[in-house]
């Protein structure tokens, strides 16, 4: 079974500042992994996501994410923090080559204050 | 780029009606669609699967009659909650993956429907 951890419920950056959401996976099979980024009442959009080509994915945004298979990590940052990327993230991890079917972390919700 | 609507967004019903919502792919064809049910800031906890023509896959858990899935069609999703009650009250949220035009090979999220039981 496929499984999820982000580590922090609420992140909190000035804006301008680095941002560094913390995500963990487990699977039992190469995985895909992907960031999404929800704003209040909205479905979700994707940011990224990492299909077994670079391990350094960009996304949009600005937003990058690193594959590391050896900490089974799949952290997002991005440089500098916007008024605008305040919102909810997840991250989600799917067994991929053609199962959409994805597993959510339970979300980080990034505040940026100016 | 592909696009899912749900509709309604938001609705309010009466404890014991029916409610029904709608996943539409507006510019592709949807072999598979997805439903997901979100909890006041919780994650998305997927409900089922549904294959066009076919029956629903639910995830354990989830009441099959409670919450039925239609998908009759390539491009529409039906999800009915019977005879809701109170705790069914949730965010209920759609994905659709696709093949050809722009939803080829792209897992795309509708913007959700809000139900409110009383």
């Known amino acids: 079974a496929q499984s999820v951890t982000q580590l922090g419920s609420h992140v909190s950056v000035s804006e301008g500042a680095l941002v560094l959401l913390r995500c963990n996976y487990s699977?039992?099979?190469?995985?895909?992994l992907f960031w999404y980024v929800q704003y209040p009442n909205q479905g979700l959009q994707l940011l990224l996501k990492?299909?077994?080509?670079?391990?350094l994915v960009k996304g949009i945004n600005g937003f990058e994410a690193e594959f590391k298979k050896s900490e089974t990590s799949f952290h997002l940052t991005k440089p500098s923090a916007h008024m605008s990327d305040a919102a909810e993230y997840f991250c989600a991890v799917s067994e991929g080559g053609g199962s959409e079917k994805l597993v959510f972390g339970k979300g980080t919700k990034l505040t940026v204050n100016p | 780029g592909a696009v899912v609507s749900q509709h309604p967004s938001w609705v309010i019903c009466k404890s014991g009606t029916s409610v029904k919502i709608e996943c539409r792919s507006l510019d592709f064809q949807a072999t598979t669609m997805f439903w997901y049910r979100q909890f006041p800031k919780q994650s998305l906890m997927l409900m089922a699967t549904s294959n066009e023509g076919s029956k629903a896959t639910y995830e354990q858990g989830v009441e099959k009659d409670k919450f039925l899935i239609n998908h009759a069609s390539l491009t529409l999703s039906t999800l009915t909650v019977t005879s809701a009650h109170p705790e069914d009250s949730s965010f209920y949220i759609c994905?659709?993956?696709?093949?050809?035009?722009?939803?080829?090979?792209?897992?795309?999220f509708g913007a959700g429907s809000r139900l409110t039981v009383l």
């Open positions: 994905s659709a993956y696709g093949q050809g035009g722009s939803g080829a090979n792209v897992l795309t």
């Open positions: 990492y299909t077994s080509a670079a391990t």
């Open positions: 699977s039992s099979v190469p995985p895909y």
